[in-house]
C-alpha cells in the first residue's frame, strides 16, 4: 500500500490528474506495474491508440486484416476484433504475455485481484472497474492501519476507564475512517498482502474475515506497538507471532499450570495481609498476573538457553516475586516482620528493598537457573542501571559475548518508568558496544495511577511505556484479567529477546487494589476509580470460574491448590517464629564465592611491583603498534609518546604514566581493569591517550594496554554516553559481580558527579551498611581551583567527607595493623593525592586489600602536565606502598624545632604552596605536610608529625571555601587528636555559596590573599 501511494504521488507531480487505477490501466495490462518510477508524462501515453504518427502504418495492417485475418499477427488480430465490435479507444488493444521476470520494484498487475469472488479476470482480456484495484489498496492499508493503530482501541484495561482522547470519534473510525464499504462487500474476497499472516496458509479471505480476524490479532485484550520498528524482518516475525487465529490459544496443562501459580501469587498477598494487616508490605493486589508472567519470561528464556537472569525491580510486588519467583524460603521472608535484631554487622534495610541470590531447579523445562534480585533504594528506577551493569559484567566472565546465557529483567512501575529519567539513560546504553547486555525483557506493572496521581497529571505520552520506543524496542500491552494473552506476550517477549537481543516492553494494563501502602486510604484522591475497583473480582476468581466452566478443572480442585499452599504458608509462618536472629547474608545479592575464605581479613597485599615490570609496561604504553608501520599516528601522538618514553628512560612517572603502571601490572596478574566514563580513552584533559586511532583509516584503532602481556587479564577502556546517573550506575553493578577486577568510573570534571548523586548516596556509600555488599569501585573526580569557574572547580570534596562514617570523636587505639583496620571499618575511601606514585598505589591497594572498599579519588588537572608532579621508579617498586601522609623531606625535616608552621594540606595546593614557600625564602621555617589519604583520617601518622616540630603553629591549607573541602572534616578530627593541648588555624578562601569565582581577577586575587597568609609565621 505505501507503495502504491508513493506511485500515485508521482503520477501526481507530473501533472497527471487521472485516477490511479486509470492512469495504472492506460499500460499495457499484463506488463508489470513500476510501484516507484517517477515517470514523464508522454503524449502517446494521454492519447487514443490511433494518433497521427502511426495512422499510416495502422491503415496498411487494417486493409490487410479485411481482406485475410491470418496475414497479420493475432494481436493485430484481437485488436481489430475487439474495434470493430465497439471496444473504447485505448481499450481494444490485447497484450501478449510478458515472459520476461520482473525487475525489483515492478508487481504483475493480475496479483492485485485473486481469481475468485466472482470477479472477472484480468488475464482474459475484460475490462477491469478501478473500483476493484482502489478496494483492493484500500483492504491492504486497512490491514496496515490495524497493524499501527490498533492498541488505540484495544480492551487492555481490566477497570474498563480508559479513556484515550480519540477525538469523539467512534473506535472503529480511527482504524478505517478513510475507506468505504457496503455490506455487500464484506464477502467479497480479496487477496491478503505479504505484511500480514491472518490467512496463515490462505492467500485470499473475504472482508469480513479480514477484519475479524484483525480485530482479533490487534483490539482484544492485546495492544502491540511495533511499526514503528524500521526492520521488515523484525515487524514480519512480530505479526507471525500475533496474527494468525488461535494464537493465544493454551493447552489444558497449560491452563493448569497458570492457575496454580496465579493462586500461589494470590495466596501470598492475602496471607500476608491476614496476619501483618498493618504492615507495609507493597502487596501486588490486583496485578497478581506478574508472578505467573514473570515465572513465564524465565520458563521461555531458560527452555532458549538462558542460565543467569539478574532481576531489578521496585518494592511493590518484591516480597511476592522473592517468595514465589526466586523460591526465597519463606521463613526467612517472614522473620523480617518479626522486628529481631541482626546477628550480622551492617544497618540493613526494610524487607521491601531487599535482594536475594538463588540457584534453583526450573520445574518447568528440568535445567538449573540462577536468579538474583538486586538490592534497591526507594529510589525508583535507580536501580535499573546497577542491574545492567551487573548482567553485563557476568556476561563477561562467563564469555557470553551474545547474552544468549545471561540477561536481565526488570520491573517497573508506570508512573516511575514515564517519569524518572533514569530510565531513558539506561535504554540508550542498550546498543552501545561497552554497555549492551544483548537485549532487556522490561515488565511494567501498570497499576494506572502513580502514588496519588493519575496518567492525566503524570506523563504527556499516550502510554507510560512511551520511552521504549526511542530504542524500537516492540511493546506489548495486555489485559492483565486475560491471563493467557499475558502468557502468550510473554512467550513472544522471550522469544524476541533471544531472536534478536533487543529491549522489549510488556505492560501489564492492571490496578492497585489498597492504596500507595496498605495502610494508604486510596478514596481521598481516587474515588470513583475505587469505587468500580472494589466492585471487581480478583483475576484469580474470574479465571478459575472460566476453567471451570471449560471444564478444565473443577470447584474442589481449584480450592484444594488453594488450601495446599495457605498450609505451606502457615508452616512457614511457625517456623520463623522459633528464630531469634535475623542474618543479613541471607539476602545478599551478589555473593563472592570464595573471596573471603582461608584469608586474614586484616593483611593486605604489597602494591610495590619489580622495576623490569614497570620498564616493560612503560615501553610498550609509548610505543606505535608493533609490526604495524602503515599504523599512521597522529604527530602530536608521536610527540607524547617519545617524551613518554624519555621519562621511561629516565626512571620517572608523570600522572598518565603511573595510572597505565598501575593497570598494566594488575592485568598482569591476572586482574580485569574496565575504566569507563566520558571521554576517558583520551582522558578529559587529552592525557590519557590509551587509544590510539588510524589517521587515515576509519575504526582502525590501537590500545597499547591491551596487549602487554600474551596471558594477561582484558582491559575494557570505554567512551560512554553522555550520562552520570546511568553509566555511574552501570559500572557500580559492575564492580559488585567478581572482586578481583578493577572498575573506575571518570567523570569528565568531578563537577558533574552530583548529576549521579543518588547513586553515590544509595549504592556507593551505604550500600554495604544497608545489604552487606561490597564493591571496590574506584571514582576518579577531576577537582581543583584553576580559575574555571563554578562548574569546572570542585567535585564536592565536602560531601565525600560528609558521607563518610567514621566517628570525628574517636582515635582509634594505635596497632601494627591500624591502617588496613581503619580501612576495614569504613564505609568508603576519599583521597586527594598529589604525586603519580601515590595514585599507583591508592589503585593497586584496592586490589591489595583482603576486602572491598569504594574509593573516592580527587584527580588533578594542571597538575598532569606540571614539571614537579612526578615521581620516580624508586617509589614504585617492591618495597613501597601507599603513603596516607607524605611528611615534609626538605630542610624544614633537618631542624624540626625550628621550624615555626606546619601546613598540612592535600592535592594540588601543595604546589602552589611549595612555590610560595621557595619564593619567600621560607622553605626551613614551614614545613608542609601532605594528606594523601583523607579519609580514613591518619590520625596516627598526623600525631608523629605534629610531636616533630614541638614549636611550630598548626595550620591546614586547602584551595577551596571554607564552607567546602575538607576542613569541616579535618577540623573536629585534629581537635580529638590535639585535646586542646594544641590548635589548628585555617588557611584558605573565605565562605562562599558558589565553589568557584567564574572571574580570572578574581580568582587570582583569592589565590594571592591565600598564599600570603600562608607565609604569615
Known amino acids: 500500500m505505501h507503495r502504491a501511494r508513493i506511485a500515485l504521488q508521482a503520477s501526481t507531480r507530473t501533472g497527471n490528474t487521472e485516477r490511479f487505477a486509470s492512469w495504472l490501466l492506460n499500460k499495457p495490462q499484463a506488463a508489470a506495474a513500476t510501484v516507484y518510477a517517477n515517470r514523464p508524462k508522454s503524449s502517446t501515453a494521454a492519447e487514443p491508440f490511433l494518433n497521427g504518427s502511426s495512422s499510416a502504418y495502422v ?123 457496503d455490506e455487500a462487500d464484506m464477502d467479497r474476497v480479496f487477496k491478503l498482502p505479504s505484511t500480514t499472516f491472518i490467512g496463515e496458509k490462505e492467500k485470499a479471505l473475504p472482508l469480513r474475515e479480514i477484519l475479524n480476524r484483525l480485530e482479533q490479532a490487534y483490539c482484544n485484550n492485546i495492544g502491540i506497538e511495533f511499526m514503528f520498528i524500521n526492520s521488515l524482518e523484525q515487524c514480519n516475525w512480530i505479526r507471525q507471532r500475533m496474527e494468525p487465529p488461535n494464537v493465544t490459544k493454551m493447552s489444558n496443562d497449560q491452563k493448569r499450570l497458570i492457575l496454580a501459580r496465579l493462586t500461589r501469587s494470590t495466596g501470598f498477598e492475602n496471607f500476608l495481609a491476614k496476619k501483618w494487616s498493618s504492615e507495609k508490605r507493597f502487596g501486588l493486589e490486583g496485578c497478581e498476573i506478574l508472578i505467573p508472567a514473570m515465572k513465564q519470561v524465565i520458563d521461555t528464556s531458560t527452555r532458549l538457553g538462558v542460565e543467569s537472569i539478574i532481576m531489578g525491580m521496585p518494592h511493590r510486588g518484591r516480597l511476592n516475586v522473592l517468595a514465589n519467583v526466586c523460591r526465597k524460603p519463606l521463613h526467612q521472608l517472614f522473620t523480617q516482620f518479626a522486628g529481631l535484631e541482626a546477628e550480622d554487622d551492617g544497618s540493613g534495610d526494610v524487607k521491601y528493598h531487599l535482594g536475594t541470590y538463588i540457584e534453583r531447579l526450573n520445574r518447568v523445562t528440568n535445567k538449573n537457573i540462577r536468579l538474583a534480585v538486586c538490592a534497591n533504594p526507594s529510589h525508583l528506577e535507580a536501580v535499573d542501571p546497577v542491574v545492567q551493569g551487573k548482567t553485563r559484567a557476568e556476561q563477561f566472565y562467563r564469555g557470553d559475548n551474545e547474552g544468549k546465557k545471561v540477561m536481565s529483567i526488570l520491573l517497573h512501575g508506570d508512573a516511575a518508568f514515564a517519569g524518572q529519567g533514569v530510565v531513558f539513560e539506561t535504554m540508550h546504553l542498550s546498543d552501545l558496544p561497552a554497555y549492551t547486555t544483548h537485549g532487556t525483557v522490561h515488565i511494567v506493572a501498570n497499576n494506572q495511577i502513580g502514588f496519588t496521581t493519575d496518567p492525566r497529571h503524570s506523563r504527556s505520552s499516550a502510554y507510560c511505556t512511551d520511552v521504549a520506543r526511542v530504542v524500537n524496542a516492540p511493546i506489548f500491552h495486555v489485559n492483565s484479567d486475560n491471563p493467557e494473552a499475558v502468557m502468550h506476550v510473554c512467550n513472544v517477549a522471550a522469544e524476541w529477546r533471544a531472536t534478536f537481543h533487543k529491549d522489549v516492553v510488556i505492560d501489564i494494563v492492571s490496578y492497585r487494589r489498597n492504596g500507595h501502602n496498605e495502610v494508604d486510604e486510596p478514596m481521598f484522591t481516587q474515588p470513583l476509580m475505587y469505587q468500580k475497583i472494589r466492585k471487581t473480582k480478583p483475576v484469580l476468581e474470574k479465571y478459575a470460574d472460566q476453567l471451570i466452566t471449560e471444564g478444565v478443572v473443577t470447584a474442589e480442585e481449584v480450592k484444594d491448590v488453594k488450601d495446599k499452599y495457605e498450609k505451606i504458608c502457615e508452616d512457614a509462618y511457625n517456623q520463623a517464629k522459633q528464630e531469634t536472629h535475623i542474618k543479613y547474608k541471607d539476602w545478599l545479592d551478589s555473593p563472592w564465592s570464595g573471596f573471603f575464605e582461608g584469608k586474614d581479613p586484616l ?30 599516528i597522529h604527530k602530536g601522538l608521536l610527540r607524547i609518546l617519545k617524551a613518554r618514553m624519555e621519562m621511561v628512560e629516565n626512571r620517572t612517572v608523570d600522572w598518565a604514566l603511573a595510572e597505565a603502571m598501575a593497570f598494566g601490572s594488575l592485568l598482569k596478574e591476572g586482574i580485569h581493569v574496565r575504566l569507563s566514563g566520558e571521554d576517558v580513552e583520551r582522558g578529559t584533559f587529552s592525557h590519557r591517550h590509551h587509544v590510539l586511532h588510524h589517521q587515515k583509516v576509519d575504526k582502525a584503532t590501537y590500545c597499547p594496554l591491551a596487549h602487554l602481556y600474551p596471558d594477561q587479564a582484558p582491559y575494557t577502556v570505554c567512551n560512554s554516553s553522555l550520562s552520570e546517573y546511568g553509566v555511574l550506575g552501570f559500572e557500580v553493578g559492575y564492580s559488585v559481580t567478581n572482586p578481583n577486577a578493577l572498575v573506575l568510573w571518570e567523570a569528565q570534571f568531578g563537577d558533574f558527579n552530583n548529576v549521579a548523586q543518588c547513586i553515590i548516596d544509595q549504592f556507593i556509600s551505604s550500600g554495604q551498611a544497608k545489604w552487606v555488599r561490597q564493591s571496590g569501585i574506584v571514582l576518579l573526580q577531576p577537582h581543583g581551583m584553576e580559575g574555571m569557574g563554578p562548574e569546572h572547580s570542585s567535585a564536592r570534596l565536602e560531601r565525600f567527607l560528609q558521607m563518610s562514617a567514621d566517628d570525628p570523636d574517636y582515635m582509634p587505639p594505635e596497632s601494627p595493623d591500624y591502617e588496613v583496620r581503619q580501612l576495614h571499618d569504613c564505609n568508603w575511601i576519599v583521597a586527594n593525592c598529589s604525586s603519580p606514585a601515590s595514585l599507583f598505589h591508592i589503585l593497586r591497594r584496592q586490589i591489595a586489600l583482603p576486602f572491598r572498599k569504594p574509593l573516592i579519588l580527587m584527580t588533578p588537572k594542571s597538575l598532569l602536565r606540571h614539571p614537579e608532579c612526578k615521581s620516580t621508579f624508586d617509589d614504585m617498586v617492591e618495597g613501597t606502598t601507599f603513603r596516607r601522609l607524605i611528611p615534609e623531606e626538605g630542610p624544614a625535616a633537618q631542624n624540626p624545632s625550628n621550624v615555626r608552621k606546619v601546613a598540612f594540606c592535600s592535592g594540588r595546593v601543595y604546589y602552589d604552596l611549595l612555590k610560595q614557600r621557595r619564593e619567600k625564602n621560607l622553605e626551613k621555617d614551614i614545613a608542609i605536610v601532605r594528606l594523601e589519604q583523607i579519609s580514613p583520617f591518619p590520625y596516627d601518622q598526623i600525631k608523629a608529625e605534629i610531636a616533630k616540630y614541638p614549636n611550630a603553629q598548626l ?63
Open 59 to 181: 491503415e496498411t495492417m487494417y486493409n490487410n486484416w479485411l481482406s485475410d485475418p491470418n496475414s497479420v499477427h493475432a494481436s493485430w488480430d484481437a485488436f481489430f476484433r475487439n474495434a470493430t465490435n465497439g471496444a473504447q479507444p485505448g481499450v481494444a488493444y490485447t497484450p501478449p504475455p510478458n515472459l520476461a521476470p520482473y525487475s525489483k520494484n515492478e508487481v504483475p498487475l493480475t496479483s492485485l485481484v485473486p481469481a475468485s469472488g466472482g470477479m472477472p479476470s484480468i488475464s482474459a482480456g475484460s475490462p477491469i472497474n478501478e473500483k476493484i484495484i482502489d478496494d483492493h489498496l484500500a483492504v491492504q492499508a486497512i490491514i496496515r492501519s490495524y497493524q499501527i493503530r490498533g492498541h488505540h482501541i484495544a480492551k487492555l484495561d481490566p477497570l474498563d476507564i480508559a479513556n484515550l482522547d480519540l477525538g469523539g470519534k467512534n473506535p472503529r473510525k480511527v482504524i478505517h475512517s478513510s475507506y468505504r464499504f
Open 603 to 632: 593483611k593486605m597485599s604489597t602494591t610495590g611491583v619489580v622495576e623490569e615490570t614497570l620498564v616493560h609496561i612503560g615501553k610498550r604504553f609509548s610505543s606505535p603498534p608493533p609490526n604495524a608501520a602503515e599504523f599512521e
Open 955 to 1017: 595550620v591546614w591549607s586547602q584551595e577551596e571555601h571554607k564552607n567546602m573541602g575538607s576542613w569541616s572534616y579535618i577540623e573536629p578530627r585534629f581537635r580529638t587528636l590535639l585535646q586542646n593541648q594544641k590548635h589548628i588555624s585555617y588557611n584558605g578562601r573565605a565562605t562562599a555559596a558558589s565553589p568557584a569565582t567564574g572571574s580570572k581577577a578574581a580568582h587570582n586575587k583569592e589565590l594571592r590573599n591565600l598564599l600570603e597568609e600562608f607565609c604569615v609565621l
